[in-house]
């Protein structure tokens, strides 16, 4: 059972425009776009921040995550140019909800430092 809004998309709870699923990981677009292109890849694992990530355990869903970004960029025509991939940690990072995911942003010029 679901905890935060990413576990109902999940369990299909709630509505999402779900791009990507496999039995690790699931990907839909941000409900607040930050460019042309922005999706949500997401663990079907509950993991609340990066912090809980265990390289050794995670190893295989960490590799699901960025197959995903990789396959999800081509399919969205901005694997050539380049793109984003962001994860937010806790309050000074940013991060609003607390179920891991990564950022996949692209289809503008990125600038850095980010804000
Ligand atoms: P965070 O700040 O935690 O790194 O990112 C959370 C992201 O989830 C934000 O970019 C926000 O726009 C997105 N988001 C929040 N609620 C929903 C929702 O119900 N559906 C979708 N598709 N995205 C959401």
Redesign the pocket.
């Known amino acids: 059972m679901g905890e935060t809004?990413?576990s109902k998309?999940i369990e299909r709870e709630?509505p999402?425009?779900i791009v990507y699923e496999n039995d690790l990981v699931m990907a839909?677009?941000?409900?607040?776009?930050?460019g042309p292109v922005?999706i949500?890849i997401v663990p079907k694992e509950e993991i609340p921040t990066v912090k809980e990530i265990d390289g050794k355990k995670h190893a295989e869903l960490l590799g699901a995550m960025f197959d995903a970004a990789n396959e999800i960029a081509e399919k969205e025509g901005i694997a050539k140019e380049g793109f984003r991939l962001?994860?937010?940690c806790c309050d000074k990072?940013?991060?609003?909800?607390?179920h891991l995911?990564m950022?996949l942003i692209g289809g503008r010029q990125m600038m850095w430092p980010p804000g």
């Open positions: 809004i990413f998309i709630i999402a425009d839909f677009r941000d409900i607040n776009p930050q922005h949500l962001v994860f937010n990072g940013g991060q609003e909800v607390y995911h950022h």
